[in-house]
């Protein structure tokens, strides 16, 4: 007869809590079941299959259930198969079958809050943006499959179950940014889903669960003396100096975001204009650039066709790829230098030097593409870009 048993994993161990795991062990053969449950050591009741959880650990109540339920399920399924199957069978064969039923595919109904989810996704403007909520979606189902869940529905999402995907997502090694990213994308289709009349406002979790936010930390940027290296440096490979030529764009264009570099227009008369993607949906008053002899060099490398002032465009199908390959370019760089390179720390870095060199907050945060956000500079100043031309320079010449 198969024995079930609960277990802690020891190496799951993240944020004082440990992965509670069930196990099967059927005719020589074991395998284990992922509960998604997380908890104090000191919590956990060994040798417990339906109560393994202390009333005093963090949601003890909602995990314990959860545990509960996941254990029924195969011991559920073991009561009904008959002795002559299950003596065929391996541990492994045991959780596939207790489980086929969870996972099969099913109609999704209306109250189905991922399948609303993936709606809202797909409608998003920017393929960066729908990437980034598909990747939310992905981690959402493995969230839910961690659980034994099919779906999550919207009666699924009230302050307990908010509490546990944001302790599960800590849990798993997610970062505070990647946490934050997507329980603000959930907020975000929970709340469309309300304004389209789907949902009622009555129960709405979001009334007493906060989304926590990213813990403040030191600004990672690069020094003077790293980006003098990362200027001059001896590359191994056209790849890697495609990298390095990339980040150098970016900071002579006073930090310019990679997908602003993937659109970027033709210049025109020694300027390189545009609306910075990030914002262009709140603002539409484009950036100036002057270009400088040492990006000017770098336009004529890597020319673009047509209208492009680049040819990656023309080169990748989609910024997705294009972001993909930079990423991994501006790694094998990374092993040369000896210090992490990205295009989010030479945007950093950027602001940096210029106010090290006391270059005005209103002329970095213009020169970067910030919304302007006093009366004064949205409706009375006219900006003088001349400004940023100069900051740029003095920048650029501080890694000389």
């Not at 979001?206 to 936010?213: E, G, N, R, T, V």
């Not at 570099?261 to 603002?283: C, G, S, W």
């Not at 945060?365 to 740029?392: I, P």
């Amino acid at each position: 007869m198969a024995k079930l048993s609960l277990s802690l994993d020891d190496r799951s161990l993240k944020n004082g809590m440990a992965h509670i795991r069930l196990r099967i062990n059927h005719r020589g053969t074991s395998a284990f079941v992922a509960t998604g449950v997380y908890v104090e050591p000191e919590y956990f009741i060994a040798g417990s299959l339906y109560d393994p959880i202390h009333r005093k650990a963090y949601m003890a109540i909602e995990k314990r259930d959860k545990v509960a339920a996941l254990v029924q399920q195969v011991d559920g399924w073991l009561n009904e198969v008959s002795p002559s199957e299950l003596a065929l069978l391996t541990a492994n064969d045991i959780r596939r079958r207790a489980f086929a039923h969870a996972y099969a595919p099913k109609q999704s109904s209306p109250d189905d809050f991922l399948s609303w989810y993936q709606q809202y996704a797909d409608r998003r403007r920017t393929e960066k943006t729908k990437s980034s909520y598909l990747y939310g979606l992905k981690v959402l189902r493995e969230y839910c499959s961690s659980c034994g869940m099919f779906t999550l529905t919207f009666r699924d999402l009230d302050y307990a179950r908010l509490s546990d995907i944001a302790q599960w997502l800590r849990a798993t090694g997610r970062g505070d940014s990647t946490r934050h990213m997507i329980e603000s994308y959930m907020r975000a289709a929970y709340k469309e889903a309300q304004k389209r009349h789907l949902i009622s406002r009555d129960s709405d979790p979001y009334y007493d669960y906060s989304i926590a936010p990213v813990p403040a930390k030191d600004i990672d940027c690069l020094t003077i003396e790293q980006m003098r290296i990362l200027k001059t440096v001896e590359l191994r490979t056209k790849g890697m100096e495609w990298g390095r030529d990339l980040a150098m764009m970016s900071f002579y264009l006073c930090g310019a975001n990679l997908i602003d570099l993937y659109e970027m227009l033709a210049p025109v008369a020694n300027e390189v204009i545009f609306v910075r993607h990030k914002v262009e949906l709140r603002d539409q008053r484009p950036l100036h650039i002057q270009i400088e002899p040492e990006l000017q060099e770098l336009i004529r490398k890597y020319k673009g066709s047509k209208c492009a002032m680049l040819s990656f465009k023309d080169k990748y199908a989609n910024y997705e790829s294009f972001r993909h390959k930079i990423g991994h370019r501006l790694t094998e760089v990374s092993g040369v230098v000896g210090f992490n390179v990205t295009m989010a720390k030479i945007r950093r870095t950027w602001a940096t030097i210029a106010a090290s060199l006391d270059i005005p907050d209103r002329v970095i945060d213009k020169s970067m593409g910030h919304v302007d956000s006093t009366v004064k500079n949205k409706h009375y100043e006219q900006y003088d870009w001349d400004r940023t031309a100069r900051a740029n320079r003095n920048v650029i010449d501080a890694i000389s």
